[in-house]
T-cell receptor, first 113, second 113 residues
């Protein structure tokens, strides 16, 4: 089977840096994605890592270590609008042609003034 | 920016009734998906669709579910005989050649009474 673990809640203050970790167990790992979801909204793509290392997109960065089955999302210069749920999602080799994603339970980030 | 549109935004139905959820994916995308999310839980994969056929489906996607692309723009999910446990937010998504980057619609909240 497959499983993804991420913290259920994280709280940080405006302007700070926060890291949301994700560990996964799956056969045939292909890549790790991160999605943001505001209350009542649709998941929105943030980043994707297929290879080890750091991917940077503006204030958001994502890291992957395939050997440790671990990744994280780093959010810098936090803003109130970053308060949302963040999901890591695994793409498996068998689904490399379909785009199927297996989502984690999500981390609720609360940004305080 | 192009977006995935879903209708209706809310659907209330009686147990045992058939429902059809409708989606218009982004026009030049080739891969289409249905996911669902029970309140407070993770996003779950239902089915992926490519080249006019199902490319992958989950164990949730049993004989009560079907998908169709009746024309060049619409993508539908039909639940033949709804159960109470089908109550969830159903998200349609699509992706282009960058298969790992899914664009989600705003969802249809299905309530089965």
């Amino acid at each position: 089977g497959q499983s993804l673990e991420q913290p259920s809640e994280v709280t940080a203050v405006e302007g700070a840096i926060v890291q949301i970790n994700c560990t996964y167990q799956t056969s045939g790992f292909y890549g790790l994605s991160w999605y943001q979801q505001h209350d009542g909204g649709a998941p929105t793509f943030l980043s994707y890592n297929a290879l080890d290392g750091l991917e940077e997109t503006g204030r958001f960065s994502s890291f992957l270590s395939r050997s440790d089955s671990y990744g994280y999302l780093l959010l810098q210069e936090l803003q109130m609008k970053d308060s949302a749920s963040y999901f890591c999602a695994v793409r498996r080799e068998g689904s490399s042609n379909t785009g199927k994603l297996i989502f984690g339970q999500g981390t609720t980030l609360q940004v305080k003034p | 920016e192009p977006e995935v549109t879903q209708t209706p935004s809310h659907q209330v139905t009686q147990m045992g009734q058939e429902v059809i959820l409708r989606c218009v994916p982004i026009s030049n995308h080739l891969y289409f998906y249905w996911y669902r999310q029970i309140l407070g839980q993770k996003v779950e994969f239902l089915v992926s669709f490519y080249n006019n056929e199902i490319s992958e489906k989950s164990e949730i996607f049993d004989d009560q579910f079907s998908v169709e692309r009746p024309d060049g723009s619409n993508f539908t999910l039909k639940i033949r005989s709804t159960k109470l446990e089908d109550s969830a937010m159903y998200f349609c998504a699509s992706s282009g050649e960058t298969k790992f980057k899914l664009f989600f619609g705003s969802g249809t909240q299905l309530s089965v009474l």
